[in-house]
């Protein structure tokens, strides 16, 4: 017993010691740095010399080449600093709040307005001194708003807004009536009416569907809320408040909300069942690819998968890959989204117009607050945003810039989606954490409301109901958001 | 006296018949049930346009080669081959050192007498119920203090040092080789190590083939701790590079899934008799 007792008693002490060392050992004074206008004083000075600096991009960059040549062009140009940036040849998802306090994250990432805001919100990404930047004059106000952090009372700019995402609508040009110029356009301007206006994307959807009811003009699924939200945004709904920075006032039902839901009833009743879950997402591709499809709407980034199914359904209607490859980029085209008809009523032929507004997003560039390195970083996010930069980009990518130089000398759909963005036509999405709340709650409403097109007994047959269902949703999100702080 | 009434011959054929009908019946429903999700990932590694979204219900419409191609040639994003060399270092040391390390350990729980080795086998038992994955902050903490993240020793030396936790199976094949032999030896004058290496270890043929496949299968396949200790691109396992392709290489991530699973079915197939009798050799009672 006492032999036992002992040794019992020796391993507890000796597994004691071991923690004690294992956590004696583990260096954390670096895993968290804290924001304060000193801060700031980490772009003072002289610029560090022989460094290496490692560069989060988009994979898309990287495998069409842009990155490659965007690091040649910097390192030659900072080479008597001896500093170099290097691909940091990471998964572009990765967590920087893990990795960063070790050492193993990115210097300088690409990503996502609402990625960065997060890592911004913990405090792992720079607070920059964006106003002295050469390209702060150049991107709107809207775009830097996107990258803004209210972080324990201090204001702070965490990104730099490199380029506009918004939805586009992409339809194919072969699927148009040969006649078109003299059936389909009334104003003359030699763009097809149905892409134009929902009222006549709506309209030659019906006509469609009458004549071969197994393919369809418009399709799209309606329970997306990234594109759902566009409709009612468009008649006075918004996601938060306070230029979508306050949780507590949660818009989706504010304004003429309900037409925009009203609208996503109409849509409905052209296309089918599959509208109301994920399914149109899934395959619209390949069925816009091979034709069932006339028109849908998705962001500019996927446009390759459509010239790759188009292709592949040329391909098999017996054209050598050559011709199809021509063929596919003849006849697929990206545009801006249609307009609205003021009334909300899409079956109203002769209805007023206006623009629609969509949510969108900011991508940019942030830099770690974990980077030993950050005049360096800073030198290299001046340099990537700058104008023969970003024109490059585009030129590889054909990204939509957030510099208005850029946009103006691109024009185009270019020149609109950045005119959309300085308008406010294009609702950035919002970047405070409480947006993890909205998604599941918005697709379930809009997936009910798209699926009333097919009910016998429609549940939304009134404006009214469809403001209460709106109104319901948004109480829902308060709750979600706010039960549990 | 009782009178046993004697089942004709015909029902008694009918019944065996219909037994063995519905035993076949049900084996192939559930083989059917198992291979599907393979067939599927086989066909689908064959899809010409690479997107699981221009699937035509549950198949690709069209077939080609190009998937396997790209997954060779196409590197500048994806390496796979650097990949699939990386998963074999690791797999192949983690195999040679785990093996060695699990073989000692049940051997020494087998074979000696020791004050410890009731309260070891207990702990041992004990903690090997608990899921690997739960003390993964800790090990991530740890790798970064000895500077082992972004290097394949690091997962080496975790999936080698966890190894001798499932000792248990050789153990039991230890158990099995009758202890007259050792005793004959030790009169011989052998030592212990002449006795684990000229005695057990060519008895011990079937186990150490089992030992060794188990230690290089679950590196192999492992997705887990390599996403959590690998973070550059080009120092992945094939686990957590395939799980890195976006959706739109669906085709890819199929032809590299099948690629993979190649090598440790081979092995299988090849070394199956081996691994047969080092499982049941322990279960034996006698």
């Known amino acids: 017993m006492k032999i036992k007792t002992i040794a019992l008693a020796t391993c507890l002490v000796m597994l004691f010691c071991l923690a004690a060392l294992a956590v004696t050992a583990c260096d954390f004074s670096d895993l968290r740095q804290f924001y304060s206008t000193e801060t700031f004083t980490k772009f003072d000075g002289e610029i560090e010399r022989n460094v290496t600096i490692r560069v989060l991009e988009n994979d898309t960059a990287i495998s069409v080449g842009y990155f490659d040549e965007l690091l040649d062009a910097f390192n030659e140009a900072y080479a008597e600093y001896g500093i170099t940036a290097v691909d940091a040849n990471m998964d572009s998802y990765t967590d920087l709040a893990l990795d960063g306090p070790f050492g193993y994250g990115p210097d300088v990432l690409y990503q996502a307005n609402d990625v960065l805001m997060e890592f911004a919100a913990d405090k792992h990404v720079l607070p920059l001194p964006a106003e002295e930047m050469e390209c702060y004059q150049y991107i709107p106000e809207a775009a830097w708003d996107a990258y803004e952090a209210n972080i324990e009372g201090g204001i702070y700019t965490c990104g730099v807004p490199v380029n506009i995402q918004a939805p586009m609508l992409y339809y194919r040009k072969d699927l148009l009536p040969e006649d078109w110029e003299t059936t389909y356009d009334d104003n003359a301007n030699g763009i097809p009416d149905m892409v134009e206006s929902w009222n006549a994307l709506y309209r030659y959807s019906q006509k469609i569907r009458s004549e071969t009811p197994d393919k369809y003009g418009y399709m799209k699924s309606l329970s997306d809320s990234y594109f759902a939200l566009g409709y009612l945004f468009s008649y006075g709904g918004y996601v938060f408040g306070d230029n979508n920075t306050n949780a507590r006032d949660i818009g989706i039902a504010a304004g003429q909300a309900e037409i925009g839901a009203r609208i996503i009833q109409q849509l409905a009743s052209v296309m089918n069942m599959e509208t109301v879950d994920d399914s149109i997402t899934l395959n619209s591709y390949s069925r816009l690819g091979d034709g069932t499809y006339f028109a849908t709407m998705t962001t500019p980034d996927v446009y390759t998968m459509f010239i790759r199914e188009m292709e592949a359904d040329y391909t098999r209607r017996g054209y050598s890959a050559s011709e199809a490859a021509a063929m596919a980029e003849e006849n697929l085209v990206m545009t801006d989204v249609p307009t609205l008809p003021v009334n909300g009523d899409l079956e109203d032929d002769d209805a007023e117009q206006m623009g629609m507004t969509v949510m969108g997003g900011v991508n940019g560039y942030a830099i770690s607050s974990y980077t030993k390195a950050p005049k360096a970083c800073l030198a290299f996010v001046e340099f990537a945003t700058s104008y023969e930069m970003v024109m490059l980009r585009n030129e590889y990518l054909g990204i939509a810039p957030a510099r208005s130089d850029v946009a103006a000398e691109l024009g185009g759909l270019s020149e609109r989606l950045f005119e959309k963005l300085d308008a406010g036509e294009i609702v950035v999405m919002p970047s405070i954490s409480a947006v993890g709340q909205l998604w599941d709650p918005l697709a379930t409403m809009f997936g009910d409301i798209a699926e009333d097109a097919f009910r016998d007994e429609p549940k939304y047959p009134t404006l009214e109901a469809l403001k209460r269902e709106l109104q319901d949703t948004a109480d829902g999100i308060y709750s979600a958001i706010f039960t549990l702080q | ?286």
Not at chain 2, 137 to 149: D, E, G, H
């Open chain 2, 1 to 286: 006296m009782r009178s046993y009434m004697k089942k004709p011959v015909g029902m008694l054929k009918f019944k065996k018949a219909a037994d063995v009908g519905l035993t076949y019946a049900l084996l192939i429903l559930v083989g059917i049930i198992f291979v599907f999700p393979c067939l599927w990932l086989v066909l689908a590694s064959f899809s010409k346009t690479g997107s699981l979204y221009s699937f035509d219900g549950f198949f690709p419409p069209d077939y080609s080669l190009d998937s396997f191609k790209t997954l060779f040639t196409d590197t500048a994003m994806y390496n796979y081959p650097q990949w699939f060399l990386n998963t074999l270092l690791v797999a192949s040391m983690s195999c040679i050192i785990g093996t060695l390390l699990v073989i000692l350990t049940a051997y020494t729980i087998s074979r000696f007498e020791f004050k410890a080795r009731k309260p070891l086998m207990k702990i041992t038992l004990v903690l090997g119920m608990f899921p690997s994955f739960m003390g993964m902050t800790a090990v991530y903490i740890l790798m970064t203090q000895f500077n082992m993240i972004n290097n394949h020793w690091g997962l080496i030396l975790i999936y080698s040092a966890g190894a001798p936790m499932g000792y248990l199976v050789q153990k039991g094949f230890f158990d099995t080789i009758p202890n007259s032999i050792y005793e004959a030896a030790r009169i011989d004058g052998a030592t212990n190590a002449r006795v684990f290496c000229k005695i057990t270890l060519p008895l011990s043929k079937p186990i150490i083939v089992y030992t060794a496949l188990t230690s290089f299968a679950w590196p192999w396949s492992d997705f887990i701790l390599p996403k959590l200790l690998l973070k550059e691109r080009d120092m992945y396992t094939t686990a957590v590079g395939l799980m890195s392709l976006p959706e739109t290489e669906f085709a890819r991530f199929a032809a590299g899934a099948i690629f993979i699973a190649v090598p440790i079915v081979v092995l299988y197939f090849c070394l199956i008799k081996y691994m047969i009798n080092g499982m049941t050799a322990g279960a034996v009672k006698q």
